[in-house]
């Protein structure tokens, strides 16, 4: 039997709601630290939280997923339409197999980590993330990623629309903006956690460590 890990105490309600996570039914996932996106945002000090968390994940045997944001050759509506307003400035999408989309080697991802590509924000759209993660009945996730208000939110709402139990990690993603992080994070947490929860990385990390 799998030993659970220590609950978290998070914003605005201790995580999980009901106590209850392990390697068994958890998952780690990061989210766009891609070379491109963490070189736009100066991203270096939360690419190391990110990275001592998959580090600390692999030690618990809790299982690590990763996302990668690209843009097609033949621009979706969606992604003319983020040309034509300028939110690619500040939050940029790559051409697939480029230096810049790969994600950052620092990450230290398992060789043997599952990588789903998606072209927008929700990395469950149209991607075999869901299935993945039913398949294995993982319930609970630790999400970071780049930026908060667009890749990780877009993605942490749809885990949470679908029933998994989701929790931020504060200081492992980074806004575009100083104030659309912490706005961002404000709007998860809202109405006693309409989106999951927040925490920082220690405390994720400790309980993973005492496990």
Request: no cysteine.
């Given at each position: 039997?799998?030993?659970?890990?220590?609950?978290?105490?998070?914003?605005?309600?201790?995580?999980?709601?009901?106590?209850?996570?392990?390697?068994?039914?958890?998952?780690?996932?990061?989210?766009?630290?891609?070379?491109?996106?963490?070189?736009?945002?100066?991203?270096?000090?939360?690419?190391?939280?990110?990275?001592?968390?998959?580090?600390?994940?692999?030690?618990?045997?809790?299982?690590?997923?990763?996302?990668?944001?690209?843009?097609?050759?033949?621009?979706?509506?969606?992604?003319?339409?983020?040309?034509?307003?300028?939110?690619?400035?500040?939050?940029?999408?790559?051409?697939?197999?480029?230096?810049?989309?790969?994600?950052?080697?620092?990450?230290?991802?398992?060789?043997?980590?599952p990588v789903f590509d998606h072209a927008g924000d929700n990395a469950f759209y149209s991607t075999g993330l869901e299935?993945?993660?039913?398949?294995?009945?993982?319930?609970?996730?630790?999400?970071?990623?780049?930026?908060?208000?667009?890749?990780?939110h877009a993605t942490q709402r749809a885990a949470n629309d679908m029933g998994f139990e989701c929790i931020a990690i504060s200081d492992a993603c980074k806004g575009t903006t100083e104030e659309r992080h912490t706005g961002q994070l404000r709007?998860?947490?809202?109405?006693?956690?309409?989106?999951?929860?927040?925490?920082?990385?220690?405390?994720?990390?400790?309980?993973?460590?005492?496990?």
């Open positions: 039997m799998v030993e659970p890990f220590a609950g978290i105490a998070a914003n605005p309600y201790s995580w999980p709601f009901d106590g209850r996570w392990s390697a068994d039914d958890s998952a780690l996932l990061i989210l766009g630290f891609q070379n491109g996106m963490v070189a736009a945002l100066d991203a270096e000090p939360e690419l190391a939280v990110a990275a001592r968390l998959v580090s600390a994940a692999q030690a618990a045997g809790l299982p690590v997923i990763a996302s990668r944001r690209g843009r097609a050759e033949t621009l979706s509506p969606v992604a003319a339409r983020r040309a034509a307003t300028g939110a690619d400035v500040g939050d940029p999408i790559f051409p697939p197999r480029t230096p810049e989309w790969q994600l950052a080697e620092a990450l230290g991802l398992p060789s043997d980590a299935t993945w993660l039913r398949q294995r009945a993982i319930r609970n996730l630790v999400l970071a990623g780049l930026p908060t208000e667009g890749l990780l709007v998860t947490a809202f109405g006693n956690g309409l989106f999951g929860t927040v925490a920082r990385s220690d405390q994720i990390i400790a309980a993973l460590n005492a496990s």
